[in-house]
């Protein structure tokens, strides 16, 4: 018995990728894409220590900090185990 062709969502809706893709400007150099990348990772640094200081106002800066840190190893242990299920799953779509 052959198990059914499945094509992955992406490849299905590639027609809304490329619609989505057209209006961005991606950088022409990679040194004008790393600079991107470092201003983007700055500011949502940024971001996500003025929300922790609205949720803890009489926190003091070093608090503010290992706080950030702190959700910031939560993230990444979360996204490694998103990573681990996505493996499994890619088998799935991906295989030949």
């Known amino acids: 018995m052959r198990r059914p062709n499945r094509v992955p969502l992406w490849l299905r809706r590639l027609d809304q990728v490329k ?3 057209r209006g961005e400007r991606f950088p022409r150099t990679a040194e004008e894409g790393l600079r991107q990348c470092a201003e983007l990772s700055d500011t ?3 971001l ?3 929300e922790i200081r609205k949720t803890r106002a ?3 800066k070093e608090q503010v900090e290992a706080e950030t840190y702190r959700l910031l190893a939560r993230l990444s242990r979360a996204e490694a ?3 681990a299920v996505w493996k499994k799953e890619r ?3 991906f295989r030949p």
Do not use: G, K
Request: proline content about 0%.
């Open 19 to 21: 619609a989505e893709l």
């Open 44 to 46: 949502a640094l940024r």
């Open 48 to 50: 996500l220590q003025d």
């Open 58 to 60: 009489r926190a003091n």
């Open 81 to 83: 185990r998103w990573r």
């Open 91 to 93: 088998d799935r779509f």
